[in-house]
């Protein structure tokens, strides 16, 4: 267990409760099963009220504590009161977390095989971002061209300030797409797209100008258009 003083990506701040961290997705059912126990069982913890959970085996761990990023909050916060719920509610809570983020921040790291397994609830989910701007997509197998899964990729409207003029204010807002999605997007278009090989992102490469994505979890929606 750590003490957890990081904050979001875009607004760093201190956080006053303890952070538990699990090294594996495949490890969360296990990880929960222990968490509950510990804190149910020893004496010395009584003080301590919700904790945060997540992992640091991704690249935006702050996305599982908070839930997304400015304006695009898929899922809750990942603090839990580990006296007052069980281990399988966690567990399944958890893993739903982990999928959500994978597709929407970190999609060019997910296997086949994870395809497989979350390709249904995926687009569950997904239908419910409908009424956002957006498109589907279908994700196949590279080797046989299978269906493994379809969902929506929704845009979103970033409030970025006001403009004031002539006694009106006005709202400014930027139309942006988590970088998980742009993967997707710019695939659909038949960019030149290339995951870098560690998984800390990909790289696009357009009339002899190569961009990179992976530093920020969302980017301009408009932006992608210098890509393709």
């Given at each position: 267990m750590v003490t957890y003083t990081g904050g979001t990506y875009a607004n760093p701040e201190?956080?006053?409760?303890?952070?538990?961290?699990?090294?594996?997705v495949g490890e969360i059912d296990a990880f929960c099963e222990r968490a509950v126990k510990m804190f149910r069982e020893q004496e010395?913890?009584?003080?301590?009220?919700?904790?945060?959970?997540?992992?640091?085996?991704?690249?935006?761990?702050?996305?599982?504590l908070y839930g997304g990023v400015p304006g695009v909050s898929f899922k809750e916060e990942q603090t839990y009161?580990?006296?007052?719920?069980?281990?399988?509610e966690i567990s399944r809570?958890?893993?739903d977390?982990?999928?959500?983020?994978?597709?929407?921040?970190?999609?060019?790291?997910?296997?086949?095989?994870?395809?497989?397994?979350?390709?249904?609830?995926y687009e569950k989910r997904s239908g419910e971002w409908e009424n956002e701007d957006g498109e589907?997509?279908?994700?196949?197998?590279?080797?046989?061209?299978?269906?493994?899964?379809?969902?929506?990729?929704?845009?979103?409207d970033w409030l970025e300030g006001y403009y004031s003029g002539e006694k009106i204010s006005m709202p400014m807002y930027t139309r942006m797409i988590t970088v998980g999605n742009a993967y997707y997007f710019l695939r659909d278009r038949e960019a030149d797209v290339t995951v870098n090989a560690d998984g800390s992102g990909f790289t696009v490469k357009f009339y002899g100008t190569i961009t990179g994505f992976g530093d920020e979890p969302s980017v301009k929606f408009y932006d992608l258009r210098d890509c393709y």
């Open positions: 201190i956080i006053d409760y303890a952070t538990l961290l699990y090294s594996d010395e913890l009584r003080t301590i009220g919700e904790v945060a959970v997540s992992t640091e085996s991704v690249l935006f761990p702050q996305i599982l009161d580990l006296r007052a719920v069980e281990a399988e809570e958890l893993k977390a982990y999928m959500c983020y994978m597709f929407l921040f970190e999609s060019w790291n997910i296997t086949t095989d994870q395809y497989r397994e979350w390709g249904e609830a589907w997509h279908e994700e196949r197998d590279p080797d046989t061209g299978e269906l493994l899964c379809r969902f929506f990729i929704p845009t979103y």
